[in-house]
């Protein structure tokens, strides 16, 4: 992990926090955010969610400073979200991608590098890489325009890793992707937080949240309703589950016998399964590699050197 300007402190941090939406006579119309307060820690990855109107997207581009709050404090990396330095370490992909359709896939990649200053031959390696891994090697030379949703998506994701950014903001991340991309993105997530950087997430897929997130706030109206860690929302410690490897009927009704007795009521059973995101995804690879199709969406397995800290080019601005 780089160093931060402030290495102990939250790398975002709400303190009553607030945005209104005005008309053309500058009458109020839309609280979309509600006095909130939070903080992102370094290296953990945030979840925000929440209804659609919910003050989500909002509270992000405050954080990115395209949107100025109406009240409240909001500090990023301990500065201004409208600090310049502050927005060279962030990576942002908005809930739509918008991209230039007159380009092709490295060339996008090289425009947004180019507004970092990164080396050439850096940014060239960084682009050849991205485009690896989000499996659109094979399209890298068609025009944006010609995209689905599902390669735009990809395309995005590129984009806002591009600089190695210590704060990632994702609004909607695995919009528009099949199960393999979304499987993708969570394991990239995952390997970004494993390298210290900060994450954070706006979603309406609650799976989503749940197989990365470590604390989420939930937002309604404007507000925050609950934030925490999700072990200590979601886990009930009222119940106990043991999990044993028999076939014997005979041994699993002593089992369920001796803890009857044990806590004088029936003790209760069941057989762990798979969810259907890893049946689906184990079910494609086995055919995925032998299918590749080279005009589309490559099969791709592994993270960007780069983004998993062994790029050995200087990665600073040139």
């Known amino acids: 992990m780089k160093d931060s300007i402030f290495p102990s402190a939250p790398i975002v941090q709400a303190g009553g926090l607030a945005k209104t939406f005005h008309d053309f006579w500058r009458r109020p119309m839309v609280r979309a955010v509600n006095g909130i307060s939070f903080e992102v820690r370094p290296g953990e990855v945030f979840g925000f969610l929440g209804p659609n109107g919910s003050g989500k997207s909002t509270t992000l581009r405050m954080m990115l400073g395209l949107l100025k709050p109406s009240a409240g404090e909001l500090r990023v990396f301990g500065s201004s979200p409208h600090n310049v330095a502050s927005k060279a370490r962030t990576g942002y992909l908005p809930e739509e991608s918008c991209l230039y359709s007159f380009l092709t896939a490295s060339e996008t990649l090289m425009f947004y590098g180019s507004l970092f200053n990164l080396d050439r031959t850096v940014l060239r390696e960084r682009v050849r890489q991205l485009l690896e891994m989000t499996g659109l090697q094979y399209a890298a030379g068609r025009r944006v325009g010609e995209f689905s949703k599902g390669m735009l998506r990809r395309m ?36 970004l937080a494993g390298r210290g950087k900060t994450i954070i997430i706006s979603s309406h897929l609650l799976a989503d949240i749940e197989n990365v997130c470590e604390r989420v706030a939930i937002m309604n109206n404007g507000n925050i309703l609950v934030h925490g860690r ?13 999990s044993v490897e028999t076939e014997s009927a005979e041994q699993i009704r002593a089992i369920l016998d001796f803890l009857t007795r044990q806590i004088g009521q029936n003790a209760k059973m069941d057989h762990p399964r798979k969810t259907l995101e890893q049946f689906f995804i184990e079910t494609l690879e086995q055919a995925l590699p032998a299918s590749k199709s080279p005009s589309g969406v490559a099969y791709a397995e592994k993270i960007a050197p780069f983004l998993a800290g062994k790029e050995s080019p200087g990665k600073d601005a040139s």
Do not use: M, Y
């Not at 999700?230 to 043991?242: D, G, I």
């Open 156 to 191: 995005g994701i590129a984009q806002a890793l591009i600089n190695d950014p210590d704060l990632i903001i994702l609004d909607e991340p695995t919009s528009g992707l099949d199960p393999i991309g979304c499987r993708q993105v969570k394991d990239l997530i995952l390997t």
């Open 230 to 242: 999700l072990t200590e929302l979601l886990e009930n410690t009222s119940l106990c589950r043991f």
